[in-house]
Nanobody, 122 residues
Framework: VQLQASGGGLVQAGGSLRLSCAHS????????MGWFRRPTGKEREFVTA????????LYADSVKGRFTISRDNAKNTVYLQMNSLKPEDTAVYYC????????????????WGQGTQVTVSS
């Protein structure tokens, strides 16, 4: 399985970006997908995740109401719509895939994308 993240870039505070993550495997529809981020000099942190049965979602409190995760099983792709971006959202964003129960714990995710840089200027 390979995950290819894209869509990062430079945006002003208050702006929007949409990240995409393409999943190369045949089991996309049976995996939960998550987004994590790593700000410069800080540890990786959970952003959001989406399940594969009921499309249930989890969000970090810091992004709730601003970010939306969605998935298109026909395209093997998960999306992260980021609105009302803040400078503190600046980070490398990673998509990840796992099997089983939806979780915020990065250790339960099996596959990881290469990351895409999001920079929000003030």
């Amino acid at each position: 399985v390979q995950l290819q993240a894209s869509g990062g870039g430079l945006v002003q505070a208050g702006g929007s970006l949409r990240l995409s993550c393409a999943h190369s495997g045949r089991t996309f529809s049976q995996t939960y997908m998550g987004w994590f981020r790593r700000p410069t000099g800080k540890e990786r942190e959970f952003v959001t995740a989406i399940g594969w049965i009921t499309n249930s979602t989890l969000y970090a409190d810091s992004v709730k109401g601003r970010f939306t995760i969605s998935r298109d099983n026909a395209k093997n792709t998960v999306y992260l719509q980021m609105n009302s971006l803040k400078p503190e959202d600046t980070a490398v964003y990673y998509c990840a895939a796992g099997r089983g129960r939806l979780t915020r714990d990065w250790r339960t995710y099996t596959y990881w994308g290469q990351g895409t840089q999001v920079t929000v200027s003030s």
